[in-house]
């Protein structure tokens, strides 16, 4: 017996400036389903689900839920009435603490005015407990990873007790072993009658955990069908509307001579120890490891974003210190940071500003005042060399789409023409398309004498991409395998050597 429908949007349509983004998009979703929502970055889904949750005003069509017609109008009316979101870009408050972002705006009182710290705590473990999430309620946001921080998003969703939960991207920051508990939940939400709406472009997940499949592209409806009738090749085909034959492009870069040497490098204020290793010309060298193993940390001493506690940095033969970004810069560096929102994006600024934000000195005219006609050009570059979709170069980067802020902040990188180049999980919320071409990129850059030091949560991304595979593990280096004859199996088995 097919479930009843518990949300339904008919004929949704929104306009920004210069851009159509939702035309007549219909979404139905059942009780006790996940229906996952799929299309390439800009194809419109968060603007729908925006709409749904009260954080935009839709300029046509009905939404009912539970047979009932809504219209919110704040985020706060839509978690009142039965729908909560967990964001793909994290907003919280990151110097307080784990029970203040998860009752923020509700905190439990006592006589009807003082907040109650022992509820509150009591609430929180209660929670956490059935979710089986291991967070201390009292730690200050700002110092737990990325997956915890998104465990804590996850829970605090969940605590509404809503009718509908969207989740969009919500795996883009959990380990594995993260991802299958956060599947735990939501057949936990499923069994309660909740309908979820998943947002993806990671084509395993969608074909595991969901039981319909809505596609949009550019803005429109394009298809919905039940899970177990389609195959990866038809997702693909129908979000970018052509077929897209490989995941990976062919490799064509050749590794020549050793131009990094990195020897026994560890940081002064975190877990990082003796790292050691050598990157090539023309070379894509990937790092591998669990959350917390200290991946990241190699980039941010190597780019000076970190205090390094001892030893040497050597590029074509050269020591250099690289003990700030702007040094690093200078030296030849470029870095592309794990959380675009955080530490990538200037949200308030358009897309010119963010574009040449890093390369300003090679947009100055007699040394002393920007080039306006330059900084166009730059950015004219990298819209068409990224293919990123925004109504016009004066657009504010915080209204793009996750993937295309992710293409601008690329673009600017590559501006600065870098000797090397290191990426935190580059292709993190986008889609399938934009992958490929940013995988194409790095090929390309690679192939031309960069070095390029990638690292990614996603192990066929790292066998697809990169030549060599550097293995962390509890902040020191397990090992080093050659991504061609290496399994993920062996990569994992690295991963867990310290741990």
């Known amino acids: 017996m097919e479930q009843p429908a518990l949300l339904e949007m008919r004929s949704i349509s929104k306009e920004f400036p210069g851009v159509k983004a939702l035309d ?62 967990v964001h793909q870009e994290l907003n919280q408050a990151l110097t307080r603490t784990v029970k203040d972002n998860l009752w923020l705006g509700r905190y439990p009182k006592v006589g009807g005015f003082m907040v109650s710290e022992r509820i509150m705590d009591q609430k929180t473990r209660e929670i956490f407990d059935t979710l089986e999430v291991n967070v201390n309620p009292k730690a200050i946001m700002s110092t737990l990873p990325v997956s915890q921080r998104q465990m804590v998003e996850i829970a605090k969703a969940v605590s509404y007790d809503a009718k509908i939960v969207v989740f969009d991207e919500p795996t883009s920051s959990l380990t594995e072993a993260e991802v299958e508990h956060l599947f735990r939940i939501i057949n936990m939400l499923k069994a309660k009658g909740c309908g979820i709406i998943y947002i993806s472009h990671k084509m395993e997940e969608i074909l595991r955990i969901s039981d319909d499949v809505t596609i949009m592209r550019d803005g429109q409806w394009v298809a919905t069908k039940a899970a177990k009738d389609l195959t990866m090749e038809e997702i693909i085909k129908l979000m970018v509307g052509r077929e897209l034959t490989n995941r990976f492009p062919e490799k064509t870069n050749e590794p020549g001579d050793v131009i990094l040497d990195v020897q026994h490098m560890n940081g002064k204020y975190t877990r990082l120890k003796e790292v050691t290793f050598q990157l090539r010309k023309g070379e894509v060298l990937g790092i591998a490891g669990l959350d917390g193993s200290g991946r990241t940390e190699v980039l941010e001493n190597l780019f000076g974003v970190m205090t390094r506690g001892g030893g040497t940095i050597t590029l074509h033969g050269r020591e250099i210190q690289n003990r700030t970004p702007q040094e690093s810069i200078k030296n030849g560096f470029a870095l592309l940071t794990e959380e675009r929102r955080a530490t990538g994006i200037f ?68 501006l600065t023409k870098p000797e090397v180049l290191l990426l935190d999980e580059p292709t993190r919320g986008i889609d399938v398309g934009a992958k490929y071409e940013i995988y194409q990129l790095i090929n390309d850059l690679a192939k031309e004498g960069k070095g390029v030091i990638m690292v990614s949560s996603e192990m066929p991304e790292l066998l697809g991409v990169c030549d060599r595979i550097l293995v962390m593990s509890g902040g020191q280096l397990a090992g080093e395998v050659d991504a061609k004859n290496t399994s993920q199996e062996e990569i994992l088995t690295l991963a867990a050597k310290y741990v």
């Open 24 to 85: 007549n998009v219909n979404l139905t979703v059942r009780a006790g389903t996940v229906h996952a929502l799929m299309g390439e970055n800009g194809a419109g889904k968060s603007t729908l689900m925006k709409c749904l949750f009260g954080i935009y005003n839709k300029d046509g069509g009905t939404i009912t839920l539970d047979g009932k017609e809504i219209n919110f109008k704040s985020s706060k009316e839509a978690l009142e009435n039965g729908v909560a979101m």
């Open 347 to 414: 949200g308030i600024r358009d897309i010119r500003e963010n574009t040449v934000i890093s390369n300003l000195k090679n947009c100055l005219m007699g040394g002393i005042c920007l080039n306006d006609k330059k900084m166009k050009e730059d950015t004219d570059w990298a819209i068409q060399a990224m293919h990123i979709k925004t109504p016009s170069q004066k657009t504010q980067i915080r209204s793009l789409s996750g993937g295309n802020q992710q293409k601008v902040i690329i673009g600017r990188w590559l």
